[in-house]
């Protein structure tokens, strides 16, 4: 639901050759059905396109979990002993049977109870949203429940569902316990938005920047970043980065936010620095370690050893980056040696420190990492297990095996059990009841993002073999509603919404359904100051003029950048 991988290649699903892998599902028998507005090049590749009005990917899920329920379809498997509140789920999905969500969805209800009946019976399945279900006004609940229809179905911590990798860097704590996941430990300070995992909602910054008062942000760092192409209400972005007293950015480009910056630093390039991937190994598909070495010398610092020297001078004090990175590993180590269960417990931590290696900060910092991790050498304990010299021997990368089922030690809650209702679902359940009401009652265009396989993000328009060709950037929209409008192919349309108002060339296409247009993101260069010649010579519009910085989910913070309810008229 909501993904692309065809183009995002997996997003939090990481995988090489993901349409490959697509195909190999069908080969062996598998079904794959894509569930979106738009009839993406995956779903194109898939066995069924179902179209869904954008935004209500909660109500079609709520509504395949009253199907499961209701004809007795559940089957937790293993995970059944660690899960508590499957008697309060039945009554807080009963309103959304699949006839009532044929009306909110588009979807008929006899394809809802389909979809149900198909999970439900097939050996394995998997449900998986990404970008379209997420950047939504229900987001988190929407997430939730796919986990839902995953525990339902027993397909949550087992092959051919959903699972959890072993990453390389993972800690190693078998004794340790987790604790209440809370949010709201402080506010933003204007919009009193609530912080959620240590941070505020990217909405909230321009008026956090333009509002007098108390902590008003008056300056700024960014790093390899945007913010004024892609977060919300770009022309308030625009106007507060304007209005900084200082900005310091680290970036190779001179772009339309970078350009605000008093002071800018350009790192390495990507082929003059080594290369692993801590995010993604988190959310890959197996259980793998690469790394890549440097292709090309380099004088320019990289980003860590930037970062580095930024800090030191903001705690007022001299020195080279060597002396954080060095710190840093220090802190790492001091803490392995004294966690129970670490591979390293009580080792003298002076004597790890001499045996680390790497010629970089990060790459100092990946060694120790690696060696106490789950698949590490405990320097020199397992001799076979990894650490950065390994990897450098095995430049195309090394198999740590398929996942494997992790629960209940991989969870962090206090008692190690999986609590349905821990968050504030019952309550967003009720709330979705309510807007779906308001939907019913705005017959507005709804607009969507989209990718390009070239054009996932803003930096990638200023490359000339990606952006050559067919223009991309173009407001696509229904023939039936286009013929309704008075709008034509290759012509103008003007598309507002509550903030802002762009006007985009037209492309007429039945990819979009019904009551649908979509722009891509990160376009809308050409702005004064910035240093991008070849995005200026193909500047599209900027969605994000769209976009209102009020409509958030107020589980996550996470922006509404998905079906954002907009007029469209020939311009």
């Known amino acids: 639901l909501g993904t692309n991988p065809f183009v995002s290649n997996g997003s ?38 179902i179209a869904i009005r954008p935004g209500t990917d909660a109500v079609l899920l709520a509504a395949i979990v ?18 508590d509140g499957m008697n309060e789920l039945r009554d807080a999905v009963e309103p959304f049977s699949p006839e009532y969500a044929e009306v909110v969805t588009g979807i008929a209800a006899e394809t809802i109870g389909r979809l149900a009946d198909d999970i439900a019976t097939a050996p394995t399945a998997a449900v998986h949203g990404r970008i379209g279900t997420t950047t939504v006004e229900f987001g988190t609940l929407t997430t939730w429940l796919i986990d839902v229809i995953a525990i339902l179905t027993g397909n949550l911590d087992e092959p051919g569902g959903s699972m959890f990798p072993r990453s390389a860097i993972e800690r190693v704590r078998p004794e340790k316990q987790g604790r209440p996941y809370r949010t709201g430990r402080w506010q933003s300070r204007v919009n009193a938005n609530p912080e959620i995992q240590g941070e505020l909602p990217a909405a909230d910054l321009p008026v956090e920047i333009l509002e007098p008062g108390e902590g008003q942000l008056r300056m700024m760092f960014t790093v390899a970043g945007n913010p004024v192409l892609s977060c919300p209400d770009s022309e308030q972005m625009n106007e507060a980065f304007a209005s900084l007293d200082a900005m310091v950015s680290i970036d190779i480009y001179l772009n339309e936010t970078t350009r605000f910056a008093d002071v800018v630093l ?17 959310l890959s598909v197996r259980n793998v370690a690469n790394y890549s070495a440097p292709v090309f010398d380099s004088e320019q610092p990289a980003e860590d050893d930037i970062i580095a020297r930024l800090a030191l001078l903001a705690m007022g004090m001299e020195g080279d980056a060597t002396l954080v990175h060095d710190q840093l590993v220090n802190q790492l180590l001091s803490a392995e040696v004294g966690a129970p269960g670490s591979p390293v417990e009580g080792r003298n931590v002076e004597d790890l420190i001499a045996m680390v290696d790497g010629d970089t900060g990060s790459d100092r910092m990946l060694d120790a990492m690696l060696r106490t991790g789950p698949h590490g050498d405990a320097f020199g304990a397992n001799p076979d297990g990894l650490s950065l010299q390994k990897l450098r021997d095995n430049p195309h990368g090394i198999d740590l095996g398929a996942l494997e089922p992790r629960l209940p030690d991989a969870l962090q809650t206090p008692e190690k059990r999986i609590d349905l209702f821990a968050g504030p679902f019952l309550e967003e359940l009720a709330r979705l009841e309510v807007r779906v ?42 023939p039936d509603d286009a013929a309704e409008l008075g709008v034509v192919d290759g012509g103008k349309a003007s598309v507002r919404s509550r903030v802002g108002e762009v006007t985009a060339d037209v492309e007429v296409t039945d990819i979009v359904m019904p009551g649908v247009v979509s722009l891509p993101h990160g376009w809308g260069h050409g702005q004064p100051g910035a240093q991008l010649e070849v995005a200026a010579r193909h500047a599209g519009v900027n969605s994000n003029v769209l976009t209102d910085p009020l409509a958030i989910d107020p589980v996550s913070g996470t922006s509404v950048l998905n079906g954002i309810p907009v007029e469209v008229a020939p311009a």
């Open 12 to 49: 939090i699903c990481t995988a090489p050759d993901y349409p490959g892998r697509i195909q190999a599902v069908r080969d062996r028998g598998g079904k794959v059905v894509v569930i979106d507005p738009s009839r993406t090049r995956t779903a194109e590749a898939a066995d069924e396109h």
């Open 437 to 478: 009401v308001e939907w019913a009652g705005d017959g507005r265009l709804r607009l969507i993002g989209r990718r390009h396989l070239r054009s996932n993000n803003s930096w990638m328009h200023n490359v000339e073999v990606l952006v050559k060709g067919k223009a991309r950037c173009t407001l696509q929209i229904n």
């Open 66 to 83: 009253h199907r499961l329920i209701g004809i007795d379809h559940v089957s937790t498997g293993r995970v059944a002993a660690l899960v």
């Open 266 to 282: 350009p790192p390495a390039s990507a082929l003059e620095k080594s290369h692993f991937d801590i995010a993604f190994s988190n």
